[in-house]
């Protein structure tokens, strides 16, 4: 059975522009995603024309600058573009919002001659991107990453591998963390990797629970040679800058967490209104309508937590706490939302002939990516008690 289009959500945005790019986020959705989306995630397909798509609609560099193409909207708007498209598809919400993590060291930490001479590719010119963090052996504790770049003349030579690479080997630039210097987190250095780099190649994707469509590999990188005028920030800024995109990227995480949430909710209302037992819609059954109440109730206040933190990025303000707080909260709505609309719909959410499955399988790897539910929490516990071990 194909999608149910997700009945619209009643946003609150600050502009009418805002309003009409909404509007066409949507249209493109339902034109271009939802139809295929069901068919395609089942076969582990990724949809680049769906990149190249949003590309040219100016859907890809939205909170960056207008100077350099992008779409300079606040991150207000810039979110709930993303749970508009990940309530579609979550491989195209996921997608864009790594793409964006990945622009965003050059975006604001580059050098004006290098925000000249690649964002506006970056942001408007088809290319894809990934993020480089993780390593098979640093996951959580990120800052104790073994990739290692040596100084050679007016050239960096980067050897190591990075893991759980959300578009690895099918990106066009990689923003990869390196040790440059000491043990720990000052050691480390950004640097802006052309995904076609001699020496720069990918493991075979890995077989993933649910998000299928999205490749995930290991990147390895033997002996990549790249200038220093790709190196971006300072020598030994790295962990900082990676630190910084993971304040927004984490919101981005919670947003598409929510857009899941309400897909399951409206498969769950949509299907309780049509199924009939005794004599009636099962939604009429108080037990059933109570489950849909605290749904709603959860992704709505989801929502609101990741927009606060988003108003609160806008307006120059701290916002890390919040993140951590939104990234927590949305994302285990997700995994409970979607998994009371897998029961909702009893035997049938079991089977893929209904995507509350895949909803469901989906929403698990939210809790995972950008930080662990367990590393948001200690984040959060810094911001309430300070470091641990004072």
């Known amino acids: 059975m194909p999608d149910r289009a997700p009945q619209p ?26 139809p295929s989306a069901a068919e395609e995630e089942d076969a582990g397909r990724f949809p680049r024309e769906v990149f190249t798509l949003l590309s040219d609609s100016g859907l890809l560099g939205l909170p960056y600058d207008a100077e350099y193409g992008g779409g300079e909207q606040p991150y207000e708007v810039y979110l709930q573009v993303l749970e508009e498209l990940a309530a579609t598809r979550l491989t195209v919400g996921l997608g864009v919002s790594v793409h964006t993590l990945a622009s965003y060291a050059l975006a604001a930490y580059g050098t004006k001659e290098q925000q000249v001479e690649h964002l506006p590719a970056m942001v408007g010119g088809g290319l894809l991107g990934g993020y480089c963090l993780s390593e098979p052996a640093s996951g959580s504790d990120a800052a104790s990453l073994r990739t290692r770049a040596v100084r050679d003349g007016d050239d ?33 250095t950004a640097f802006l990797v ?30 990549v040679r790249v200038p220093d005028s790709r190196r971006l920030g300072d020598e030994g800024q790295g962990f900082a800058i990676a630190l910084s995109a993971l304040d927004s990227g984490r919101l981005g995480i919670a947003a598409c ?28 059954f108080q037990g059933l309508r109570f489950m849909l109440a605290d749904m709603a109730t959860q992704i709505e206040a989801g929502r609101a937590l990741y927009l606060t933190a988003a108003r609160l990025r806008d307006a120059g303000l701290p916002f890390a706490k919040q993140a ?9 709505t997700a995994m409970r ?19 509350a499955e895949r909803y469901m399988r989906e929403a698990k790897v939210l809790q995972i990516v950008e930080g662990t539910n367990q590393i948001q929490r200690m984040v959060i516990a810094r911001h309430l008690a300070g470091p641990e071990g004072r």
């Open 194 to 223: 052309p995904g076609d780099a001699e020496g720069l190649s990918a493991a075979v994707p890995e077989k993933k629970m649910g998000l299928k469509g999205s490749p995930t590999a290991q990147v390895h990188l033997d002996g």
């Open 257 to 284: 967490a929510i857009g899941v949430a309400q897909a399951a909710l409206d498969e769950a209302v949509s299907y309780a209104a049509e199924r009939r037992q005794f004599g009636k819609p099962i939604s009429d």
């Open 9 to 34: 959500v009643d946003r609150q945005l600050p502009t009418d522009e805002a309003r009409d790019l909404i509007s066409l986020v949507r249209d493109i959705a339902q034109r271009e995603i939802a």
């Open 337 to 355: 939302v979607t998994t009371d609309a897998v029961q909702v719909l009893g035997g049938y959410g079991y089977t893929a002939d209904f995507p």
């Open 156 to 188: 960096w030579v980067i050897t190591g591998t990075k893991a759980w690479i959300t578009h690895g080997g099918i990106a066009d630039f990689y923003t990869v963390m390196a040790r440059t210097g000491v043990e720990g987190p000052r050691g480390i």
């Open 324 to 332: 951590a707080m939104a990234k927590l909260y949305c994302t285990d």
